[in-house]
């Protein structure tokens, strides 16, 4: 028999129920259109914005496709400030637009990217700024809007962690020329693949819409060089039932957080993040922080640890993007320059944190980390 404990794993998709979706896919059917800014890519494009408190989304194929499109769509030039304490497509998108990543260390409390660094590393030739509100903190937008108001740049805030995320009742997606979403599968709200480009005014939405539709303004004319980056109604239809879901699976991680941080408040050498004033999380992450002196055991050691008790956790962000060899040549991403960065990356474990993560599950994980 085999005796192993069930795998824990780091997240776990929220589905909608196969009944609700069925009934949605059976509509889909009879109406016969599927893409193509379809009647369930317009109701999810309106309830979004509902949900999140914003004026205008227009959805996308994934998380990816609307950083591109944000760079092609601000005509950024030259170099982007950016942090290397991300997940890689943040970067992938700043060279895909054939521009230059310019790395600036992060904040060891929020782990965003620390605007007292910024300045230093602006040079003539840098035309934005693209931070990340990593694991949904929301990034200190006042500052940075005071720094690109200076030096005359554009703000793309990568926001996929951000969903749901506000700052004293107000969305976070606000901030910036624009806010990019992903709604994967290992998001707090997903459709699977899919995600999202933020915008504040109207003929910004409608210039984005063309740019994700090869350009097309109209059945004959092509106004930009765009990109096939459109949302799919089967895809729609899957995140309007999730988007009624979202709020108590919010709910579920906020108690898997809540357990964690009680038992792992006296356990030295493992430092966790707290909830920030008047800001609402989407729990969405839970990384804890291994300081190998303090605790008497390596970042790695506990990983593997973990792992052979069957839980899984994930060592998000690590390695740094600033590592990678496309990127490890450029002048900022010398450790030097990212100490902070260099460090977290090495300490930082994100452990198992979804909605339907039970109470004994949440235990096991515990255990792994208190001796
Ligand atoms: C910070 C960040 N940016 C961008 C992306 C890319 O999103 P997608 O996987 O939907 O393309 C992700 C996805 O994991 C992410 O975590």
Redesign the pocket.
């Known amino acids: 028999m085999n005796m192993e404990p069930e795998r824990i794993t780091v997240t776990s998709p929220l589905l909608p129920d196969l009944a609700d979706f069925n009934a949605l896919l059976q509509d889909i059917w009879s109406r016969k259109w599927i893409t193509n800014n379809g009647f369930y890519i317009k109701q999810l494009e309106t309830k979004l914005c509902s949900y999140l408190k914003i004026p205008f989304i227009s959805v996308f194929t994934?998380?990816?496709l609307p950083?591109i499109t944000a760079l092609q769509a601000l005509r950024i030039t030259g170099e982007v400030i950016t942090t290397p304490f991300?997940?890689v497509?943040?970067t992938h998108s700043i060279w895909w637009n054939g521009l230059k990543p310019v790395f600036v260390d992060i904040d060891p409390v929020t782990c965003n990217i620390n605007p007292d660094k910024i300045e230093a590393a602006i040079t003539p030739r840098t035309s934005a700024i693209m931070p990340?509100h990593c694991y949904g903190n929301p990034c200190d937008t006042k500052r940075i809007k005071e720094i690109a108001d200076k030096y005359h740049l554009k703000v793309i805030y990568?926001a996929?962690?951000a969903f749901g995320v506000e700052k004293d009742g107000e969305s976070i997606l606000k901030h910036g020329d624009l806010s990019t979403l992903?709604?994967?599968a290992?998001k707090v709200f997903n459709t699977i693949?899919?995600?999202a480009m933020v915008m504040a005014d109207e003929s910004m939405k409608k210039y984005i819409d063309y740019l994700k539709n090869f350009g097309f303004a109209g059945e004959t004319e092509v106004v930009a060089p765009g990109i096939n980056s459109k949302m799919d109604e089967v895809r729609s239809a899957y995140g309007l039932i999730n988007l009624n879901k979202v709020d108590t699976a919010i709910q579920a991680r906020k108690k898997v957080a809540e357990k964690y941080r009680e038992a792992l408040k006296d356990v030295p050498g493992i430092r966790f993040m707290e909830n920030i004033p008047g800001v609402r999380h989407n729990y969405g992450y839970f990384p804890i922080f291994v300081n190998e002196k303090e605790y008497g055991m390596s970042r790695d050691a506990l990983y593997e640890k973990m792992k052979e008790a069957n839980v899984y956790g994930r060592r998000y962000f690590y390695p740094l993007i600033s590592t990678f060899s496309t990127y490890r040549g450029l002048e900022s991403s010398a450790p030097s320059n990212l100490p902070v960065a260099t460090r977290l990356a090495d300490e930082v474990i994100c452990l198992p944190i979804h909605h339907a993560l039970s109470a004994e599950d949440v235990n096991r994980v515990i255990e792994q980390i208190v001796k």
Do not use: K, P
Request: net charge negative.
């Open positions: 994934n998380g990816t950083l991300s997940f497509a943040t990340v990568d996929a962690h992903s709604f994967h290992t693949e899919g995600g």
